[in-house]
Nanobody
C-alpha cells in the first residue's frame, strides 16, 4: 500500500507556472503508475498525465500536451508535475493517484486505488 501527499498548488496568473509534487509518506512507487487528475465542482475527475515509475513512460491528455511535464524524482520517491503556460481553464483541484503493478498506463480515475488529498490550483485571467 502507499499513502500519497500532494503539494505545490496555489494562485498564479495566466501564462505562469506551477510545480506540483506527489510524494509517498508510506510505501514505494517502484512498481506503480502514478497519475495526475484534476476536478472542478460538478464534474468528473479528469485525467491530466501519468508516468510508469519503472521505465519512465508517460501519457498526457491532449489539453496539456506541450505545456505540462510529468517526471519522477528517485531521491524523493515522488512524482512531479511541471505546469507551464497555465490557462484559467486549468483551474481545479489536482489529485495524484497510484495504481500498483499495472499492466499498462490507465487514464480513468476508477483504475487508481490510492489517492492524495488534493491541492488547489487557481489560474487568474
Amino acid at each position: 500500500q502507499v499513502q500519497l501527499v500532494e503539494s505545490g498548488g496555489g494562485l498564479v496568473q495566466a501564462g505562469g507556472s506551477l510545480r506540483l509534487s506527489c510524494a509517498t509518506s508510506r510505501g514505494t512507487l517502484s512498481y506503480a503508475v502514478v497519475a495526475w487528475f484534476r476536478q472542478v465542482p460538478g464534474q468528473e475527475r479528469e485525467f491530466v498525465a501519468a508516468i510508469r515509475w519503472s521505465g519512465g513512460s508517460t501519457v498526457y491528455a491532449d489539453s496539456v500536451k506541450g505545456r505540462f511535464t510529468i517526471s519522477r524524482d528517485n531521491a524523493k520517491n515522488a512524482v512531479d508535475l511541471q505546469m507551464n503556460s497555465l490557462k484559467p481553464d486549468d483551474t481545479a483541484v489536482y489529485y495524484c493517484g497510484a495504481k500498483l503493478n499495472p499492466v499498462r498506463i490507465r487514464t480513468t480515475a476508477s483504475d487508481y486505488g490510492y489517492w492524495g488529498q488534493g491541492t488547489q490550483v487557481t489560474v487568474s485571467s
